[in-house]
């Protein structure tokens, strides 16, 4: 038990745990959990060889073992305490190890739910700005006179809204979701009107595709189930033909009506003889090139040569001697009032 070799006198055998903590061990908790985990099945592998080598090795010297002293006083204990020792050395690292898994293990947990929560505020604040980069989205797609575009935005604006209760902030949001659609439609009615002082068949094309599509939204029972009927982009698609040459109509009385409002107003000033006759001839015309485009529509529907085209060219040459006698019998009231 004296001898220099005496494990007892050995503090590098004794000391288990600065043993440990001098090997490096990975930055990477995922990468960290592991090699515990490995070390772990390791020392546990290791602890059943050594119990079962000192199982076979006392049943084979079992008598050698127990009279040991009477011959060699010290090598059977010393084996015993190597035993022990190593033994012991196993539990300490096995220990120390799960108390490192157990921490690590925390700290995922904790770093987890961090996550977690910011992934969740990350939503929140993407959910509330949405609406807001929808509006930009359709004043925009507007703007660049994509109508059918602006149409579908908007569709999904109120596709979204009925999940959007829950943010107090975007009440007014909400609100002018359910108000863009009648907007919209006012601003291609306008647009159209727009194409009697510079007709563009690409542009009239877009306005139809696009009155088509948000009638066929607004017509739809109930817009927050499926897809809307918008976001389907319809290869050809025409709008009711009386609502558009209604509304190509009524621009051209508005039109016409400004028109005399301001040859009259030019007058009533006290103009000398020289501006009234270029008021005048200014007003004519406007009033020519109203009635020109006008035909442009006409013509555009009849170079298409579908059925709708030709019900719309037809409706177009209805209204043309009824918008001629209508300009006839204003500008016969203004000569009355000059």
């Known amino acids: 038990m ?7 006198k050995s503090p590098e055998r004794m000391d288990p745990s ?28 290791a602890k059943d060889v050594v119990t079962s080598k000192l199982a076979e090795e006392i049943q084979r010297n079992y008598h050698t073992f127990i009279q040991g002293p009477l011959h060699h006083p010290s090598i059977p204990m010393i084996r015993h305490i190597e035993v022990d020792l190593d033994l012991a050395q196993a539990l300490i690292q096995v220990k120390n190890g799960r108390r490192l898994l157990a921490i690590h293990k925390k700290d995922l947990v904790m770093s987890h739910l961090e996550l977690v929560k910011l992934r969740r505020n990350r939503d929140r604040v993407h959910t509330v700005r949405l609406p807001h980069s929808h509006e930009q989205d359709m004043v925009a797609a507007v703007q660049d006179k994509a109508f059918e575009r602006a149409v579908r935005v908007c569709a999904a604006l109120r596709h979204r809204a009925a ?3 829950q943010f ?31 007709f563009d068949g690409d542009v009239y094309d877009e306005l139809l595709r696009a009155l088509a599509a948000l009638d ?47 040859l009259l107003d030019t007058t009533s000033t006290g103009a000398s003889i020289a501006m009234v006759v270029d008021a005048v001839l200014n007003v004519y015309e406007l009033l020519v090139s109203l009635l020109h485009n006008l035909d442009l529509f ?24 009824l918008v001629w006698e209508s300009l006839q019998r204003r500008m016969g009231d203004a000569w009355t009032r000059l």
């Open 18 to 45: 600065s043993a440990m903590a001098s090997e490096s061990l990975p930055t990477n908790p995922f990468a960290l959990i592991d090699h515990l985990q490995s070390e772990i099945g390791a020392m546990d592998i």
């Open 298 to 321: 006409e013509q555009w529907h009849d170079k298409r040569g579908e059925s709708d085209d030709a019900a719309a060219a037809d409706a177009f040459r209805r209204v043309r001697p």
């Open 168 to 198: 107090s902030v975007l009440k007014q949001s909400i609100q002018r979701m359910h108000l863009a659609l009648p907007e919209l439609r006012q601003h291609f009615h306008s647009a159209l009107g727009d194409l009697l002082v510079s």
């Open 216 to 262: 066929a939204h607004l017509s739809s029972s109930s817009p927050s189930k499926g897809t809307p009927p918008s976001a389907r982009s319809p290869t050809r698609a025409v709008v009711g033909t009386d609502d558009v040459v209604r509304v190509v109509v009524a621009a051209m009385d508005e039109l016409t009506r400004g028109a005399v409002a301001n």
């Open 2 to 8: 004296g001898s220099p070799s005496s494990p007892e």
């Open 163 to 165: 999940h959007l209760h």
